[in-house]
């Protein structure tokens, strides 16, 4: 294998990224404008929930209770409202997500040390928002019991639970997404990067000119696979120091296994991009098939849905993806503080996704080649 020849090709590959200031805007600007869009727009936490108030008692526990949720950043009372029939309208304008409906005899139930029911009416056309601002309710409903319990000089319940987050004490969203949209750009990059590499070539005419050279396809292959390597490896590390400088999110776990779990993702995506380069004609077909496998990837990689939610033969597709891997990988070492040890099972099928892709787009490069 002739070093100096490959070491050539490479450096070729970056002039051609770096000469073309469309190229350059690509690799720097969208990812970094990408996850401070994503980072601080895909969260599941909820703020300033709109809730309407029908307050049929006007007593001074519901009172209580109302001041209860005006006081919690969670909710805000938007309207308050003097007759059921409004209620339909406020949901179906989506002008509320929750409507809390205080019967008229609240306060005398509670004073007589009877169960005093409260009405939810809930907009459940997203499921997920309407079970989280519901469970934020709960949590504001239970503080409430239990000081009124106080006031009355009443016992609080024998058995009461504390929780205890571990790896996430607060349970920020933002935690747990930031990670797995590193990996999501990552692959964005390193894809796009080698699957325009040899379509580039094709259409500038210069492929049959490297055709003639003395490299043969494994050289050419690592060749172009490198520089892909390279410069997703450097976004990664400007991914990084965004997420732990800007968005707080801590890095407990050893930093080289986390570099080692970059460098065989990269290795799968660059892999991937390679096979869809020697496939394509042109450019437009590079980035087509690029996103063919991006979507996919994405949703089977266990980014916002849980793999163990999905049915069973398309769990055995995500075995696939190598996004999979990475997104537990960064995720162990940034929150829960994972080393080699742990993530051993994490990197082999990297590993073999990685070698197999490249062994792959080798063989096509040969087929189109001879």
């Not at 051609?16 to 690799?27: E, I, Q």
């Not at 319990?149 to 987050?165: D, F, W, Y």
Request: proline share 5%.
């Amino acid at each position: 294998m002739h070093l100096n020849y490959i070491v050539a090709l490479m450096l070729k590959e970056f002039l051609a990224v770096l000469r073309d200031k469309r190229s350059r805007f690509v690799l720097i600007a969208p990812p970094v404008v990408q996850l401070l869009v994503f980072s601080f727009a895909a969260t599941y936490d909820l703020n300033h929930v709109p809730v309407a108030i029908y307050d049929e008692d006007r007593g001074g526990e519901a009172r209580a209770l109302i001041a209860r949720l005006e006081g919690s950043p969670t909710f805000e009372i938007v309207v308050k409202i003097s007759h059921q029939d409004e209620i339909a309208a406020l949901i179906d304008n989506r002008e509320v997500l929750m409507v809390l409906h205080i019967g008229q005899n609240f306060s005398t139930e509670l004073q007589r040390g009877e169960r005093a029911p409260l009405q939810v009416i809930l907009d459940g056309r997203n499921s997920n928002t309407a079970m989280v601002a519901m469970n934020y309710l709960h949590t504001v409903l239970l503080d409430y019991n239990r000081s009124w319990l106080s006031a009355q000089g009443q016992n609080s319940p024998k058995v009461s639970l504390q929780t205890r987050a571990w790896y996430n004490e607060n349970l920020q969203s933002r935690w747990f997404i930031v990670p797995g949209i590193m990996g999501l750009l990552i692959l964005v990059v390193a894809l796009l990067v080698t699957a325009l590499s040899v379509a580039r070539e094709r259409e500038a005419g210069t492929f049959d000119q490297l055709l003639v050279t003395p490299l043969r396809p494994a050289e050419i292959l690592i060749g172009k696979a490198i520089p892909g390597i390279i410069i997703g490896g450097l976004e990664a590390t400007l991914i990084l120091v965004l997420m732990v400088v800007l968005f707080d999110i801590p890095l407990r776990g050893d930093l080289g296994a986390l570099y080692l779990g970059i460098v065989l993702f990269l290795l799968s995506a660059v892999g991937m991009g390679l096979m869809i380069s020697a496939i394509a004609v042109t450019q437009q077909q590079a980035i087509l098939g690029a996103f063919l496998f991006l979507v996919p990837a994405v949703i089977l990689s266990g980014f916002s849905t849980p793999i163990a939610n999905m049915p069973e033969p398309v769990q055995w597709l995500t075995y696939l993806d190598p996004l999979r891997y990475f997104l537990v990988v960064v995720r162990g070492v940034m929150l829960e503080g994972d080393s080699y040890a742990l993530l051993m099972h994490q990197y082999w099928p990297m590993v073999i996704i990685g070698v197999g892709s490249l062994v792959m787009a080798g063989w096509l490069f040969r087929r189109r080649m001879y």
